[in-house]
């Protein structure tokens, strides 16, 4: 017991204004008038040289967006969104579109190098690059160190590296405006595909307003040679970042895609709504991997940001595969449910998830896997911790439907909590519509034993190593989804967001 | 949902209001406390109507759609109670929403009393204000026209078990049963739903107030027929060191919310919940609980296991409360379903809201079928298929039986599954 | 090395240890026998510094220095280990790791350099081929899904590895089978030095007659009401204990 109150008092002096990726760059920037309405969206498109077919699927999700209501039933309060008070598209003067790396503003590179983000390919190729600790210990290595990366700032893409590399493989890695402009058969044929443009209030209003993100393709039977990533950097004042990720794998491919974003630490509260589109065809296999690390808001519960993400993924081919893997220690409200659909027969989706939220956040988040095709295959293990004066709830849904014959889902879902002013919550909907579904789900809510706190000690580890280790070992089956330098990002990250208590 | 909002009133909500307007004047009350409060509850009906699933609490029943149109209310009293499923109980009867005075000695005995009475007399309580989802608790207050109330003396010994039985042959009753337990008592109660085949509807709300030390068993057996719609609410508070086991066991209805809403409110409380629900037909039945763990060293386990063949929808959203001063408190929660038509459907939803730190709290789910294993082990041994289906059903159903404390009431379940499962499976 | 002094202890209201005395010697090996319910894992958890447990009166002397005011990990930088009766499972967190963090944070408390991880390697790797562990094991989360046997052993591993001063066995002989009871009593055997002592907490003798104790003391309701050498463990397992305790259990 005493060295329970003793972590508790370490949590109540953490101070969450420990966000390391709090700065602001300086530099001018184009933004459209403040507020939506058509003329915001016409604005848009045209910055972004698109075609009449885009404006006009844009501008049906806008009218449809007026119809609808913010959802209300996630665990979240906050005061009402002005979305008239935000600025929509806002991108450096420099940069309206992604150029080649002598070009780019020396600021921003400045602005990435700070945040660790490698742009250069040079200096990534001649192994300039700080390289994730290793030792003979870690048996899971993972076996490249290059990953091209999407470098996403406010509204625009800045530069898109390992491209020509990319593209002699096939795999095609760029911009979602530009593919909007290069690709537009298959942005057509797959953009809202997976995410209907009225699908939810946030999907709608980020179809009327995306500005930038990233497009993925890798063609039939190619294994995608690197690890593709988008960063996503929310710089300038009130200003929403609604970015659009399409990727597609064809028959037999397989990607992996990374997913990481900061954001300045500022006193009002800024504006994320993402969607992303996952399609895999038959055979393929897309794994999705993100460190979402916005800014959460100072102690007080001032500022942070509001993340209302739709991530949803379509196993649409027979034997397609589509993993998730999320790390969520930013933002001051996440709503956020990367799903599944499992369309394909002997489709597989996986939701590996951990979810930290300190001081005054407020997670809402899970997953839905959705049983369609036959023999169909689930998996989802998610690790809350909770811990200063947050909330933190997973929700997530299992259905199998009438035809999904032999669908099995496993679920397990974790929370733990640190401290008496914080909640962890869970909501599973599991709904069996036929007779050869098998689910199994299970949920526990603890705290730290005080077993284990004196078995790790007897060891000679003082206490907040061992919280700490107690902790890592409680996210381990999440981490090692992850692809090895995401691994540690993930693992100090966490340990980051329960600084005071966890060491 | 807000009243601007509000869209036109369905055929079933029409008909509970016209229905409250005719009974205007005709059912007991007595004083303005009881008329305002019958009044409140209609209001708040008339404003928030049937629940829809846009409601949290009624995702998976939209009363909306499912109630098309409600049995009549009429005065006529056809039928008869029947025999108490164990020969020393006692039994408290209702016929058609009207309460049947025992005839026998030990009935007169008892410490209950006529709700209707008690209405007017103007000494009944009901609750003066409603959720907006809370429908059962507003149709019941604004209708409700008898009952029992039952009030049961410190330190009461278990040797007279109370059968209440509420026999509903078609039209619509709602009713009521008051129960206050004293500290230390130790009572065995058996509500019985039961019916014909007519179409009925009907509300039945059970509120029990348990003091310190005292140890109650609730069973709930329903065996209505299959074409009535049921509200049930059973609320509990429980002060500290009380131990309470309610048994539910579902095999009929063609319409069921069952609510179950526990507050541990004393230290050291225990609750225990062991559910059956025997699901065919065309059956749409949700048990909702909700048990609010208020007080250091509470402890609660329930356990559910649902059958479902035919076109049979079955719902069961379990939450577990903790409160921040419920530390200690230990709570799991295990909903298990078997499907066994693929028209058949199970939804559950089991819920943990968790606000104070040092407590183990879980929860299970499964959904199966029955093991192919199994049933190919045991018709190797000569048994016909449907009857090692059968076998494995009731295994699974019948291991929540075994653990019935009272070795008679355990025999009387056994029966009463033996012959569903030889109707259905 | 070790000292108790008069030692009065309780777990909530309960008083366990009552009046408890005892000295250990440098290099010695005592045994503390007793029958169920005497106290004899509260006596291995006080020694360590749980904080289940409430010092209400009395003293432990580790070479001289009382050691109450100081927490479990401090203890264990000192020198004293406990391998523990039941070992905790920990998810997730693999042994190798367990040892790494362990030895390291011991290592920079005593102001010594970090390890050197090829050489740790090396010593686990034999260390491990002596108690007949398979290496696949350390890799395995701490003792999640190790038999009795496996945990017991993973524990003398520990001992072993941290280096320990004074080393406090918890029964360590219960789930063991004969081979692997001699398998840990060697791994002990080895460690036996003029610097190092051993507090042996066992039921029965058969652990004794493989790590064989200078001395043998009977634990009874928290204190220690007779001591002798080794042949009182005889004694005990062919007489039990009612006459030493002079009342039957």
Redesign the interface.
């Known amino acids: 017991m005493p060295a329970a109150q003793e972590t508790i008092r370490q949590v109540h002096k953490i101070d969450v204004d420990q966000y390391k990726y709090g700065f602001e760059t300086k530099i001018e920037t184009e933004k459209a008038p403040k507020g939506l309405n058509e003329e915001t969206i016409r604005f848009i498109s045209e910055r972004k040289r698109e075609s009449g077919w885009m404006l006009e699927w844009r501008l049906q999700a806008y009218r449809r967006w007026l119809q609808m209501q913010e959802p209300r039933w996630a665990r979240l309060s906050y005061t009402e969104i002005n979305f008239q008070d935000y600025y929509y598209y806002a991108a450096p003067k420099s940069q309206i579109e992604p150029k080649s790396l002598d070009k780019v503003d020396p600021e921003l590179l400045a602005t990435y190098e700070k945040l660790g983000i490698p742009l250069k390919e040079q200096e990534i190729l001649t192994g300039v690059r700080k390289q994730g600790e290793r030792s003979e210990l870690d048996s899971n290595i993972y076996a490249s160190d290059r990953v091209a990366v999407d470098a996403v700032f406010d509204s625009v893409s800045v530069i898109t590296t390992f491209k020509e590399e990319l593209a002699r493989a096939g795999v095609i890695f760029c911009s979602i405006s530009e593919a909007v402009r290069k690709h537009s058969e298959l942005v057509k044929k797959y953009l809202g595909s997976v995410v209907p443009i009225a699908d939810n209030f946030y999907a709608a209003l980020n179809s009327a307003v995306f500005t930038d993100g990233s497009f993925v393709y890798v063609p039939k039977n190619v294994r995608c040679p690197m690890e593709l990533s988008t960063y996503f950097r929310i710089n300038e004042r009130n200003t929403g970042q609604f970015e659009r990720t399409l990727i597609i794998a064809d028959e037999g491919a397989y990607v992996s895609y990374l997913e990481g974003c900061t954001a300045p630490q500022r006193d009002e509260n800024q504006l994320h709504a993402a969607v992303v589109e996952l399609i895999a065809l038959e055979d393929a296999e897309i794994k999705y991997s993100t460190v979402q690390n916005w800014y959460p808001g100072d102690k007080e519960g001032r500022g942070g940001i509001y993340n209302f993400v739709t991530k949803r993924g379509d196993c649409r081919g027979n034997n397609s595969k589509i993993s998730w893997t999320q790390v969520e220690t930013g933002s001051a409200i996440t709503w956020k449910y990367p799903s599944c659909l499992l369309r394909g027969d002997n489709s597989r989706g996986h939701f590996y998830s951990i979810a930290v939220a300190n001081g005054h956040q407020q997670i809402d988040s899970g997953t839905k896997m959705v049983h369609l095709g036959r023999n169909t295959s689930s998996r989802i293990i998610s690790k809350g911790i909770s811990a200063g004066f947050s909330e933190n709830t997973y929700r997530g849904q299992v259905t199998a439907h009438r035809r999904a014959a032999n669908a099995r889902n496993f679920t397990q879902c974790d929370s733990l909590l640190i401290g008496n002013d914080c909640g962890a919550h869970t909501v599973p909907y599991i709904e069996a519509k036929n007779a050869t579904a098998q689910f199994e789900h299970e949920a526990t809510t603890s705290k730290i034993s005080e077993d284990h706190l004196f078995y790790v000690m007897q060891r000679g580890i003082q206490e907040e190593e061992a919280i700490a280790l107690i902790i890592n070992g409680f996210v381990k089956e999440v981490i090692q989804e992850l692809p090895m330098e995401f691994a540690v990002e993930a693992q100090k990250l966490i340990g980051i967001s329960l600084e005071g208590s966890v060491g | 949902m807000t009243v601007s909002e509000k869209v036109a009133l369905t055929q079933a909500e029409t008909e509970i209001i016209n229905n409250f307007i005719a009974l205007k004047g005709k059912l007991p009350q007595r004083g303005l406390l009881l008329e305002t409060a019958r009044k409140a509850a209609m209001d708040a009906f008339y404003k928030h109507g049937l629940p829809s699933r846009r409601m949290?609490n009624w995702?998976y029943t939209d009363m909306r759609t499912q109630l098309i149109c409600i049995a009549p209310y009429s005065s006529k009293s056809g039928g008869a109670l029947a025999a108490p499923l164990l020969s020393r109980s006692i039994v408290l009867g209702l016929i058609n929403g009207q309460a049947v005075i025992p005839s026998h000695k030990a009935g007169k005995k008892m410490p209950a009393t006529p709700f209707g009475a008690l209405l007017a007399n103007g000494e009944a309580e009901l609750p003066q204000d409603f959720a907006n989802d809370n429908v059962i608790a507003q149709l019941n207050t604004a209708l409700v026209s008898d009952g029992w109330k039952l009030d049961f003396p410190e330190n009461t010994s278990s040797d007279k078990i109370i059968e209440l039985q509420n026999v509903q042959n078609g039209a619509q009753s709602h009713v009521r049963f008051p129960v206050i337990i004293g500290s230390n008592a130790n009572v065995m109660i058996i509500e019985r739903q039961i019916g014909n085949d007519e179409e009925s509807f009907i509300s039945s709300v059970s509120n029990l107030d348990i003091s310190e030390g005292a140890q109650v068993s609730w069973i709930i057996i329903r065996t209505r027929g299959m074409t009535s719609t049921e509200l049930n609410q059973f609320n509990a508070r429980l002060g500290k060191n009380v131990a309470l086991k309610l048994y539910i066991i579902n095999a009929g209805s063609r319409f069921l919310r069952q609510e179950i809403n526990v507050n541990l409110d004393g230290m050291g409380a225990d609750f225990q919940l062991r559910g059956i629900n025997l699901l065919s037909g065309k059956t749409h039945t949700d048990t909702t609980m909700v048990v609010r763990h208020l007080a250091k060293d509470t402890t609660s386990t329930e356990i559910i296991r649902n059958v479902a063949i035919d076109e049979a929808r079955g719902v069961f959203q379990g939450m577990i409360r903790v409160a921040?001063e419920a530390?200690k408190t230990d709570a799991s929660m295990i909903c298990n379903?078997l499907?066994?038509?693929?028209?058949?459907?199970?939804?559950?939803?089991?819920?943990?809201?968790?606000?104070?730190?040092?407590?183990?709290?879980?929860?299970?789910?499964?959904?199966?079928?029955i093991d192919r294993d199994q049933l190919f082990y045991l018709m190797a041994r000569g048994i016909p298929e449907a009857q090692a289906r059968a076998m494995l059903v009731k295994a699974f159903v019948g291991e929540l039986i075994e653990g019935f404390d009272r070795k008679e009431m355990g025999e009387v379940l056994h029966i009463l599954l033996d012959q569903w499962l030889q109707v259905h499976i | 090395m070790l000292e108790i002094k008069n030692l009065y202890a309780r777990i909530g209201e309960t008083e366990i240890i009552r009046g408890l005395d005892l000295k250990i010697e440098d290099g010695e090996v005592a045994a503390v026998m007793g029958p169920n319910g005497s106290g004899k894992s509260t006596l291995s958890y006080i020694l360590a510094g749980s904080k289940n447990y409430k010092i209400t009166k009395g003293d432990i002397l580790y070479n001289g220095q009382s050691i109450l005011g100081i927490n479990a990990a401090e203890r264990a930088v000192l020198g004293i280990f406990l391998a523990f009766q039941y070992p905790m499972e920990i998810p997730g967190v693999a042994m190798m790791e367990f040892l790494k963090v362990g030895m390291n944070a011991q290592r920079k408390a005593r102001k010594e350099p970090a390890l050197n991880v090829s050489e740790f390697l090396k010593h686990v790797k034999a260390m491990a081929a002596r108690l007949e562990m398979d290496m696949s094991m350390l890799k395995r989360p701490l003792n999640v899904g190790f038999s009795g046997g496996e945990k017991k052993r993973a524990e003398i591993l520990q001992m072993v590895l941290l280096n320990p001063k004074f080393c406090v066995l918890d029964e360590t002989d219960s789930g063991l089978d004969v081979d692997a009871l001699k398998t840990v009593a060697e791994g002990v055997n080895a460690l036996r030095a003029s610097d190092r002592s051993f507090l042996v907490i066992t039921h029965y003798q058969r652990l004794l007659d493989y790590i064989v104790p200078d001395t043998v003391h009977v634990l009874y309701k928290g204190r220690i009401i007779k001591s002798g050498d080794k042949s009182l463990a005889s004694y005990l397992e062919q007489n039990g204990y009612t006459d030493i305790i002079g009342e039957p259990i």
């Open positions: 949290e995702h921040k530390q379903s499907i066994l038509s693929d028209s058949a459907e199970f939804d559950t939803k089991p819920e943990l809201e968790i606000f104070a730190d040092d407590v183990a709290c879980g929860h299970g789910a499964t959904v199966a079928e």
